[in-house]
């Protein structure tokens, strides 16, 4: 129970954060379905993420989101994690429950695929889908495409090491394989999901030609106003649709919103408000 004068604490914790739209997001749910609570943003770099993270729990808060670079440090630093973020390693929901003890979840995968399946009628299933990118964003969205039963999973990241792991951590699901930006092969993909950070500075990795078709997909995680480096790179190639990452936004910080209220929140009126907004 919470009084209206002391609303529950909960917040986003990243580096950098203030792009964000988590405080719009969970202040609509909130207001919707009458929820007292607050969200605050806190920038904190990875040395500090850690004890930062400790004294904000120490200090009363109910709940964190965890964005970039710190998904895979709080998958280490909470007491229990969900099945589905025991499968990432990744961790972008904290919940303070009960018993003092830190519970980890991962929703942006859940989010991602209600975006692609629920909000726009994408089939998974027999398509070819490449995600450039194996930072932490990757590893929440691995297990729930696999399970949507692709033809193949090609993951290339600048890193390539950090791509081949997450190929030996997740080809027990299916048909998944790694390689550097410049050896990706076409034919033309079904899906491809920017899960790099580099649109985030203004930037698009190099690719080969022959990966875009007029009926491919091209979904930036990222989002924002206006084109990203990589949903005008898409648009130049004539790709057959060019989304931004806000349903995968919404759809994720809903599931969190969930976990800590257990109220399932409107996600319709929140994405129509926000593509009203950018
Ligand atoms: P991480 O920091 O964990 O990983 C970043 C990834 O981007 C790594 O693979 C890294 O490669 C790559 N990268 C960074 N800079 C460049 C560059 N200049 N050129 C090529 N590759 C680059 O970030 P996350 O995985 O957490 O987030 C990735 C993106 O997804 C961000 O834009 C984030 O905002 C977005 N996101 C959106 C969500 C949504 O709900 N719409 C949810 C989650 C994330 P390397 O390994 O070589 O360093």
Avoid at 17 to 32: D, L, N, R, T
Avoid at 182 to 211: K, R
Avoid at 220 to 245: E, N, Q, S, V
Wanted: glycine content about 10%; some cysteine; charged content about 20%.
């Amino acid at each position: 129970m919470t009084d209206s004068a002391n609303p529950d604490q909960y917040g986003l914790i990243g580096h950098p954060v203030e792009h964000s739209w988590s405080p719009f997001i969970h202040g609509m749910f909130a207001k919707e379905s009458n929820q007292n609570l607050v969200y605050r943003l806190y920038d904190f770099e990875p040395p500090q993420f850690r004890r930062e993270t400790l004294r904000l729990f120490a200090g009363g808060i109910k709940g964190l989101n965890i964005t970039l670079p710190h998904k895979e440090a709080a998958a280490e630093l909470v007491n229990v994690l969900t099945p589905r973020a025991s499968r990432a390693q990744a961790v972008n929901t904290i919940m303070f429950r009960d018993d003092s003890s830190l519970l980890g979840d991962n929703t942006d995968g859940i989010g991602l695929t209600r975006d692609l399946a629920g909000n726009l009628g994408l089939e998974l299933a027999r398509k070819r889908i490449l995600i450039l990118g194996a930072g932490g964003a990757t590893r929440g969205i691995l297990a729930p495409l696999l399970e949507r039963g692709p033809t193949a999973l090609i993951i290339a990241n600048r890193t390539v090491a950090r791509a081949a792991a997450l190929v030996m951590a997740f080809k027990d699901m299916g048909p998944i394989s790694s390689c550097g930006f410049s050896d990706i092969e076409g034919p033309p993909y079904d899906l491809i999901v920017n899960a790099t950070s580099a649109s985030l500075q203004g930037q698009m990795p190099e690719l080969p030609p022959g990966l875009v078709s007029e009926d491919t997909v091209c979904y930036d995680l990222a989002y924002g106003r206006g084109h990203t480096p990589f949903t005008m790179w898409a648009k130049t190639l004539y790709a057959g649709r060019i989304c931004k990452g806000w349903g995968m936004l919404v759809e994720q910080a809903a599931e969190a919103f969930e976990l800590w209220r257990g109220v399932r929140p409107n996600t319709h009126t929140v994405l129509e408000a926000l593509t009203r907004k950018t």
